[in-house]
């Protein structure tokens, strides 16, 4: 979770804005394996319930991660 917070931090991935509702937020949790069964390693994200967001008021924008396809014609 450290590694997480660093990582968000580093990128600034988040700005500091004037407080108008809390939005809850959780911890999802993965353990990555290798092709033979034993531990990778283990990944940790905090992802917001966007599901009691309100647009206008709690956001403006939106953010969806996208796959960059590497060597295909697209």
Not at 14 to 41: C, F, R
């Amino acid at each position: 979770m450290g590694k997480e917070i660093s990582t968000i931090e580093a990128n600034q991935t988040w700005t500091l804005q004037p407080l108008k509702q809390a939005i809850d937020s959780t911890w999802v949790y993965k353990v990555k394996y290798h092709p033979d069964g034993s531990i990778e390693h283990y990944k940790a994200r905090v992802v917001a319930k966007g599901y009691n967001q309100i647009e206008d008021i709690d956001l403006n924008e939106t953010f969806a991660s996208v796959a960059k396809l590497i060597g295909q014609d697209v």
